[in-house]
């Protein structure tokens, strides 16, 4: 079975900092991922997605991640973090038989942007 | 709409009390999905539709919960006889284009 693991629960940055949230996951085969980033109250926006080609993928709002076959991690950075970014992030795997719609989320980072 | 509607946006129910949750997807998404987020955890999976067919219900915790899509359209999530555990806000999502579209979610607050 498909697992998601983000290693961190809390992570905290300086406005203007660079951003990198981790995600580990555990697919039998080639994985559809996916970064969703969720507000306070909202339900969850997607930032970017993985199926397959480019191993760097560029989402919204900035933000891109890197999908590493070898370390199976996806991890997700921005060069400047701006104070509206602070939220819960999750990363997550779909599985390919149900279009990626199927998917396993790790239990979320929450971002927190120090002024 | 233009997105994924959900309703009510907050429930609370005593418990043992039968409650209904209500999702309207992106109009013609073809598939539909529930996951259940408990406080400080990522969404797990409940089940999914592709158009009036139940296609997964693994994820379903017990059989008091129950899902249908009747018209391939609006679907209703039910939770008969709900406990504490029940607790946690339902998300739905109807996908499209490979991804997945989420509603708000509906807050259940069983007491």
């Known amino acids: 079975a498909q697992s998601v693991t983000q290693p961190d629960i809390h992570i905290t940055v300086s406005e203007g900092a660079s951003l990198e949230l981790r995600c580990n996951y555990s697919?039998?085969?080639?994985?559809?991922l996916f970064w969703y980033v969720q507000s306070p109250g909202q339900g969850l926006q997607l930032l970017l997605k993985?199926?397959?080609?480019?191993?760097l993928v560029q989402g919204i709002k900035g933000f891109e991640a890197e999908f590493k076959r070898s370390q199976s991690s996806f991890n997700l950075r921005k060069p400047s973090v701006h104070w509206s970014d602070a939220a819960e992030y999750f990363c997550?795997?779909?599985?390919?038989?149900?279009?990626?719609?199927?998917?396993?989320f790790g239990d979320g980072t929450t971002l927190t942007v120090k002024p | 709409g233009a997105g994924v509607s959900q309703s009510p946006r907050y429930k609370v129910a005593k418990r043992g009390q039968d409650v209904a949750l209500r999702c309207d997807p992106i109009?013609?998404?073809?598939?539909l999905f529930w996951y259940q987020q408990a406080l400080g955890q990522g969404p797990e999976f409940l089940t999914y539709?592709?158009?009036?067919?139940?296609?997964?219900k693994s994820g379903l915790p017990s059989d008091r919960f129950f899902a249908e899509r009747p018209e391939g359209s609006v679907s209703t999530l039910k939770i008969q006889r709900t406990q504490q555990e029940d607790s946690a806000v339902y998300l739905c999502?109807?996908?499209?284009?490979?991804?997945?579209?989420f509603g708000s979610g509906t807050q259940l607050s069983v007491l």
């Open positions: 997550a795997v779909g599985e390919v038989n149900t279009n990626a719609g199927k998917s396993t």
């Open positions: 109009s013609g998404h073809v598939s």
């Open positions: 697919y039998g085969a080639t994985p559809y």
């Open positions: 993985y199926f397959s080609g480019d191993t």
């Open positions: 539709f592709q158009n009036e067919a139940q296609l997964d």
């Open positions: 999502a109807s996908s499209g284009g490979g991804r997945l579209f």
